[in-house]
């Protein structure tokens, strides 16, 4: 029962940077768990970062360690996704996703909610 937007896609350079937002606006959401997925054209969905409802615990697929961070804001009932160092690889479409019945969901088959996505291009 949650309604998700993202916004924040678009083009970019690599080594560049791009903040991506995501706003819930259906539910109580700090009772969900907030995932960005994302998807490259003839790939499989992939979980790229994750936050716990409080905020205070955070995952990260390793090919994004250290160059994206996720946080929320559960005040304005948003969640972002900070890139930077972006690269090649980094194109896709990126899709915010929520669960609340799952502590700590990592899969994409574990979120019940899905917003349609942002696409992300990054140019070489």
């Known amino acids: 029962q949650v309604q998700l937007v993202e916004s924040g896609g678009g083009l970019v350079q690599a080594g560049g940077s791009l903040r991506l937002s995501c706003a819930a606006s259906?539910?109580?959401?700090?009772?969900?768990?907030m995932g960005w997925f994302r998807q490259a054209p003839g790939k499989e969905r992939e979980f790229v970062a994750g936050?716990?409802?409080?905020?205070?615990?955070?995952a990260y697929a390793d090919s994004v360690k250290g160059r994206f961070t996720i946080s929320r804001d559960n005040a304005k009932n948003t969640v972002s996704l900070q890139m930077n160092s972006l690269n090649s690889e980094d194109t896709a479409l990126y899709s915010c996703a929520a669960e609340s019945r799952k502590l700590a969901p990592s899969r994409p088959a574990d979120f019940g909610s899905w917003g349609q996505g942002t696409q992300v291009t990054v140019s070489s």
């Open positions: 259906v539910g109580i959401f700090s009772y969900y768990y």
């Open positions: 936050i716990s409802r409080s905020g205070r615990t955070t």
